[in-house]
């Protein structure tokens, strides 16, 4: 596939929402592809969405793609620049008696997938291009604002050698009076939702420790793209004392890849859970999380898949001694891979143009004030509440868990 670069390119933007045929309900983190092409986009939490197409690409197609739908395929020549409404047609199958070698226990099933991270998985150093957005909010009003365009020097998976990430350009808005002086910040930046590529970073969740702590079954399984797929559940075994995760695995019936993931960290231990998340308070200020829901999508090239986009929400609660009502803040970290191209190691990066692990993107940002910043990068829709996404995804989560 070509890569096109973005910095001067013309092209044409094209906006509207992606809903179920049957329902009408908006799809949350659907994709967008441009056909033939490396460039895609993904929608917010309402279901909106924004591509921006290349002229050169004006008689191509888009791709159109949600977990458990029918892919559609549009000529970009049919859509108008603003209000396209893309209907998604649900599949549901049975993978029982489709493969007869299907497995029988979950939990191998999974083991299987993270040893073939080197095999299912782009095995050649890439450059990728990814949009990245950052929101604080307290209650549901704005509070802060980032968003940047980095470069992800991304490492094969068996390589064992980590990411960089090179920051490109980046703005914010920032109104620390509605944060109530209490400055939330969110540590980690693009690497928080990097962090969340289970199979380039399985570390995190299912180390070879951890992984005797789950307990792991089948559900009802599901499509992506058309291709079937077995849907794993897992949480953390009955008298396990440290907050671990729970959640789905959407896993390839094929190649056993895993595809997506949506999980959440249990909160039940609010100073457990304080310790792990929360890096520094003030004195006088108690701070603990209430949600944590992470997600991951990965998309395919050539048979091979590859880390397309990572979602963290979080929500806390801050206590200061002395005021009667606490504050109730949600965290949105996001990013997408809107490019990317082979060949890039990032190894020329120089260890200073390195984005450090601990940044905190919204004290490297500048201003928010040019309509016109991004130019044809492609950036996910601004959503209208953070509070409604966390409530959207965990939703769907609870609803898969039926």
Do not use: C
Request: proline share 4%; charged share 30%.
């Amino acid at each position: 596939m070509k890569n096109y670069p973005q910095d001067s390119l013309l092209f044409k933007e094209y906006k509207g929402v992606i809903i179920d045929d049957k329902t009408g309900d908006e799809l949350v983190f659907a994709t967008l592809t441009i056909e033939d092409t490396n460039i895609s986009s993904i929608t917010n939490s309402e279901g909106e969405f924004a591509l921006k197409v290349p002229d050169s690409l004006s008689s191509s197609s888009v791709l159109v793609s949600f977990l458990g739908y029918k892919e559609r395929k549009i000529p970009i020549s049919s859509l108008q620049e603003r209000e396209n409404e893309i209907s998604l047609i649900p599949v549901s199958i049975e993978l029982m008696g489709i493969d007869v070698t299907a497995p029988k226990d979950a939990l191998e099933l999974v083991k299987r997938m993270i040893k073939k991270k080197g095999d299912n998985y782009i095995e050649f150093p890439v450059k990728m291009t990814a949009f990245y957005r950052e929101t604080i909010k307290k209650r549901n009003r704005d509070a802060s604002l980032s968003e940047a365009v980095a470069y992800i020097y991304k490492q094969p998976n068996s390589s064992g050698k980590k990411d960089y990430i090179e920051l490109y350009k980046s703005r914010k808005s920032t109104d620390y009076h509605r944060l109530d002086t209490v400055a939330l910040k969110l540590q980690g930046g693009p690497f928080t939702p990097l962090y969340v590529d289970i199979m380039k970073y399985p570390e995190y969740i299912f180390t070879e420790d951890l992984i005797k702590h789950y307990d792991f079954k089948f559900t009802t399984s599901t499509t992506i793209n058309e291709e079937p797929v077995y849907v794993v559940s897992f949480k953390q075994k009955e008298g396990v004392i440290d907050p671990l995760f729970y959640g789905k695995l959407y896993i390839s019936s094929k190649s056993e890849a895993l595809m997506s993931a949506v999980f959440n960290l249990n909160v039940d231990n609010k100073e457990l859970v304080s310790d792990l998340l929360v890096r520094s308070k003030p004195n006088g200020i108690d701070a603990y999380p209430t949600e944590a829901l992470y997600r991951v999508d990965y998309r395919i090239n050539d048979g091979k898949y590859y880390y397309g986009y990572g979602n963290v929400q979080l929500a806390f609660v801050v206590d200061r001694k002395g005021k009667l009502f606490n504050s109730k803040y949600f965290v949105s970290s996001e990013m997408a891979i809107t490019d990317w191209e082979e060949g890039e190691a990032g190894k020329d990066l120089r260890y200073r143009d390195r984005m450090k692990s601990s940044i905190i993107i919204v004290d490297e940002a500048s201003g928010f004030s040019d309509p016109e910043f991004w130019g044809a990068y492609n950036v996910i829709e601004p959503e209208k509440s953070i509070e409604s996404a966390i409530n959207k995804i965990q939703k769907q989560l609870e609803r898969d868990s039926d």
